[in-house]
Each structure stands twice: as C-alpha cells, then as structure tokens.
C-alpha cells in the first residue's frame, strides 16, 4: 500500500503593530485564539495556531507587533519574541499596511533580509483602499526593498483574497511529518486564554492608551463539580487608571465581569464565580520581576 505523503510547515506573522496579524492567524486556523483589537500592543506572546486538513498541517505563529522605538523592557523583550520567531521558522509571512512604507516596515525588512527565509509579503487592509490602481506602484516600490516569493494582496477582516492566501501557503508547504496531533488547535494554556478573554474585555471598554499599562495575571482556578471559580489580579500603573477600570459607581468593572464571565462560561462548558481585584504596580512594564511573572514566550 502507497503511503500518502505528509506536509508541514511553520509560517510566522510578522509585521508593525495594528497590521492585522492576530485577525489574520484567527482566520487561517477558524478559531478565535489571538485577541483582536484596533488598539497597538494587544499581542503581547508569540502564539501558535494549528490547521491540519488530510496530510497537511500548516503551524502558525503570531507575533507581538514590531516597534522600531523599544522605549521600555517590555517593547524591547516583545521585539526580541517576535525575530526570535522568524529565525525559527520555514516562512515569513510579512504583513503591510495599506499603501505606505513607514520606519518601523524598513526596521522589520532591514531584519528579515539578514535571516533569508522565503517571504510571503501580505498587503492587508485592502477593503480600505478606495483607490485600488495604487496597489501596482506599491508592490513595485516593495520589490525595491526586498526579494519576495509570493505577494498578495488581502483583507483579513472581510475574507477577501484569503483562500488564494490559503492556497499559496499550502503549494510552499515542505514535505515532513506532522509536529503536532490532528486536532491540535494552540499552543496557549487554558489558564493563559482565560486571562485574555478577561484582558480583552477590559481593552475593549477603556480609553485608547490604557490597555498598555493592563495586565491580568489569573491568581486561582478552583472547579469543584460543575462551577469554577476564578480569582484574577488586573495590573494598572496608576490609581488614576484602577478608578477609569472600576468606572462610575463600579459600573464599568461590573460590565466587564458579566461579559468575561458569560465567554469563559461559554469556553470551559461550566458555570462561573470570578472575583476581579485591581492593583496598582507603578511602572511594571519597565520591571524585570514583573515581566517575568506574565511568562512571554
């Protein structure tokens, strides 16, 4: 009997900050596994999404956005994740913005060029692209900056262009043995996913720089017959920030329980206590030992 060939690869997302990298891997693997926001810095870990379809498995990697400034430890340790990531890896999915070349696009290019992967250059966004005969001159100012195997343009929001996406991914695929089980779907604990579903929470109900200065670190789960109980500790850098969290008569962290509350709810199949207790760390992105305890990866 023939043995059918098997075919796996890694292919990491890389790019500046709010290009759509976590939308696009929640695309590729058809599971809501990475938070998506319009606001920067919401990845934070490398996360790894799985899609194995008959003898294919294609492993993604989402990365926190590139920042060529780096002003605290922890921009510098997301900087250092997210290269780490593309040294490591098969392909480089590298996704532009629109139809700009900015600083931090040439800090990643001047990046990428040095490790000599093959490149999969995505242009994302294109649904807010008006005119669209701009596309053309870009690529060819792209090629100027750098060698590319595939280019494609696509929205990761509207589905557009995305099979083709699929497709081109799948035909660059290697010939090797499966890394991981048919129904693996991510690398991320349950305890890492119940944090973000509670931090997504949060970003999506404050003002736009505050869910820089937001951590949530899941201090318990208890499950005892059909209920878990959850305590978790929000981090904000100051007392200012824990009243805009706690909202007019505790109103705003009120919403943000009953919401986090009913997903995870949804996500662990169970019925759910969750006390959320907010503390103030005075510069904890700037402090090794804090850092150290959200375990960037």
Known sequence: ???????????????????????????????????????????????????????????????????????????????????????????????????????????????????????????????????????????????QYINFQDIIPISAKTGENINRLKKIISNNLPEKKHFFPYKYITNQSKTFLISEIIRKNIIFNVYKELPHSINVELKHIIQKNNICYIECSIWVEKKSQKKIIIGKNGNLIKKIKT?????ISIFLNKKIIINLIINVKKKWKNKNKLINKINLN
Not at 36 to 51: D, L
Not at 58 to 68: E, L, Y
Not at 259 to 263: D, I
């Open 259 to 263: 919401k986090a509350k009913k997903q």
């Open 1 to 143: 009997m023939k043995i059918k060939k098997k075919y796996c690869g890694y292919f990491t997302i890389i790019g500046k900050t709010n290009t759509g990298k976590s939308t696009l891997l929640n695309k590729l693997v058809k599971k809501n596994i990475s938070i998506v926001s319009n606001k920067k810095h919401t990845t934070r870990n490398t996360m790894i999404g799985v899609k194995t379809k008959k003898n294919k498995q294609k492993i993604f990697i989402d990365t926190p956005g590139i920042n060529s400034k780096k002003k605290k430890i922890i921009d510098k340790i997301m900087n250092k994740n997210s290269i780490k990531a593309i040294k490591n890896t098969d392909i480089i999915i590298f996704l532009l913005n629109k139809t700009q070349l900015d600083k931090n696009d040439f800090f990643i290019i001047n990046k990428i060029k040095k490790i000599k992967k093959p490149i999969i250059i995505i242009i994302n966004k294109i649904d807010e692209i008006k005119n669209k005969r701009k596309l053309l001159p870009y690529i060819k100012k792209i090629n």
